[in-house]
């Protein structure tokens, strides 16, 4: 890296509309897409959860639990005119492995997800987008074999075509962060990759035709003095003849000081505008709390980031060329402890936020911020919760020995179906009750004859299934 550009500038504090969105057992990671008047929300809580709100009056649309819990790692979310596709990592005792979905837009199940693979290859998805009304598409790569590929998915969850862009040979190295972007006029692709060594990083990319036939070979395009995964690609966009991203970079100048810079290329791989800091002060910026979005609308990036002490929201609104446009803003949020994972879309005139972690108050949380980034003082209400209309379940204590428990609540009348699994998939206990009607429950559940391990709580109703892993201690 050979020129570094910073600039100091005044930050201003705006207020936000936001809203917290309930939840139970969130593994921190979550995906946000907001499109055609739905803001679509995946979690990982007790199961893979799919939520849909009204894009202008915050209504809940729908709820659904669409998967068995994965691993807490990435998840991702994407629609298109019709569909709504998710991926997530599954863990089991053999490894990790990525799962992909299909729901219609009442959240209604289109396709079971199911095990993703390449050249039979385990997979990590690391981006979902819709380059036409009837497409989606993945980029990712291998899990052993260093292999960086894309898959196009149709609407109905067939795979259409797939291409291996790249092999990686470098020695004692890993790939992440696999982003693309579609550009319409020219009918063309372009991908970029990290590639990380014990001493470097490899930025590189490739052209191809939307047939998947190579336009330019990969080509490196930066290779930066940076440890293992110490640098995290947060976008690529393909505007006119210039490719763009953005990056995070922990300790990117002093061991107590980090960075969130854009840089740009051309399609030949040449540099167009070097590393420049978008903010870097004496506060860390906290790990996964950094994410960028373009506006179409505005052909504009905005990119948001917290700070390591949490309380802030931070943005920076850029040019598609990467050049500031006003001043940093910090846009004011509800107090918390921490915030550990962010996530943001663009969507007319609005950007929205989702954001995660804990308080002392409560155990874990999920907010959603939305507010104008050209105008952030034209949305100011005070945050508020959208109550989730459908049955929550919770297990006390957890780990338990012998007896734990299990208590749900109801809004309206139901059949609820009890199930209880082991780490195998066999169900070791199963309880019916008719036409409960709206209040709480509990059941005691003893597990004396059962062996110590790991079990999976289940609770069905007529409106929803929501799952809970809990852990017996013998």
Not at 38 to 66: A, C, H, K, M, P
Request: glycine share 4%; proline share 4%; aromatic share 14%.
């Amino acid at each position: 890296m050979k020129l570094l550009l910073i600039f100091l500038i005044p930050v201003l504090i705006f207020s936000a509309q936001t809203i917290e969105i309930p939840v139970n057992n969130l593994y921190i990671f979550h995906s946000l897409n907001v499109s055609n008047n739905r803001i679509n929300v995946l979690t990982q809580e007790d199961s893979i959860i799919f939520r849909q709100y009204d894009q202008s009056t915050f209504e809940l649309l729908t709820r659904n639990s669409v998967a068995l819990g994965g691993s807490g790692d990435y998840n991702y979310i994407c629609s298109s005119a019709n569909s709504v596709l998710y991926t997530y990592l599954k863990s089991t005792v053999y490894g990790k492995y990525s799962n992909y979905g299909l729901l219609n837009y009442s959240g209604g199940i289109v396709q079971a997800p199911h095990l993703l693979k390449f050249d039979n290859d385990d997979v990590q998805i690391w981006q979902v987008i819709n380059p036409n009304d009837s497409l989606f598409l993945l980029s990712g790569n291998t899990l052993y074999d260093n292999k960086v590929f894309l898959q196009q998915i149709s609407e109905t969850g067939n795979t259409v075509d797939s291409i291996e862009i790249a092999t990686e040979s470098y020695p004692y190295s890993n790939i992440l962060y696999v982003y693309s972007d579609y550009n319409q006029p020219t009918g063309k692709y372009v991908t970029v990759w990290s590639i990380f060594t014990d001493d470097s990083t490899f930025l590189r990319f490739a052209l191809f035709d939307d047939s998947f036939n190579h336009v330019t070979n990969p080509i490196t395009l930066e290779k930066y003095k940076i440890g293992l995964q110490k640098l995290a690609l947060y976008g690529v966009r393909w505007v006119n003849d210039t490719v763009f991203s953005v990056i995070h970079h922990d300790e990117f100048r002093l061991a107590q000081s980090d960075s969130v810079f854009y840089q740009s290329w051309n399609l030949s791989g040449e540099q167009i505008t070097p590393p420049t800091l978008i903010r870097d002060d004496v506060s860390k910026i906290q790990s996964f709390c950094v994410d960028a979005c373009f506006d179409d609308q505005s052909s504009e990036w905005i990119v948001t980031w917290v700070d390591e002490q949490g309380g802030n929201l931070h943005f920076q609104r850029l040019t598609s060329d990467g050049e500031r446009i006003g001043e940093n803003t910090d846009v004011d949020i509800p107090q918390v402890s921490k915030i550990y994972f962010i996530r943001t879309d663009c969507e007319g005139d609005s950007l929205f936020c989702t954001w995660s972690g804990w308080n002392e108050e409560i155990e874990d949380y999920l907010y959603l911020t939305v507010f104008n980034p050209e105008n952030p003082e034209s949305i100011n209400e005070p945050a508020h919760t959208i109550a989730d209309q459908y049955n929550l379940l919770s297990v006390y204590p957890n780990p338990f020995n012998p007896t734990t428990t299990i208590t749900w609540n109801l809004n309206e009348n139901s059949d609820v179906v009890l199930k209880i699994f082991n780490i195998s998939g066999e169900c070791v206990f199963s309880k019916i009750w008719d036409n409960q009607i709206p209040g709480s429950y509990h059941y005691v559940w003893e597990a004396s004859n059962l062996a110590t391990g790991i079990y999976f709580i289940q609770l069905r109703t007529m409106a929803d299934i929501r799952n809970i892993k809990v852990v017996l201690v013998k």
